[in-house]
């Protein structure tokens, strides 16, 4: 799915659609930590399209990731 049409999709499952950039900055962040993987595809007669696929990467070690990341920035040694 590419970022337009999962934002598509969140107006149509939750009445509730984000704005372009948000998206990107959510596709981006995922895939940093390796939630979702990024491919892109050539279009005939159009631009390519980058497209996102979920990993199988379990949702806590993404979140373990994160969470060490947080503590990381809020506990800085002096």
Do not use: D, H
């Not at 337009?4 to 372009?20: C, S, V």
């Amino acid at each position: 799915m590419y970022a337009y049409e999962l934002r598509e999709q969140m107006e149509k499952k939750f009445g509730w659609k984000p704005p372009m950039v948000t998206c990107y900055i959510v596709l981006y962040r995922l895939q940093r930590v390796g939630y979702v993987t990024a491919e892109w595809k050539e279009q005939r007669g159009r631009p390519a399209r980058k497209y996102y696929k979920i990993t199988g990467k379990e949702l806590s070690e993404v979140a373990n990731g994160y969470f060490k990341e947080l503590c990381g920035k809020l506990v800085k040694k002096s």
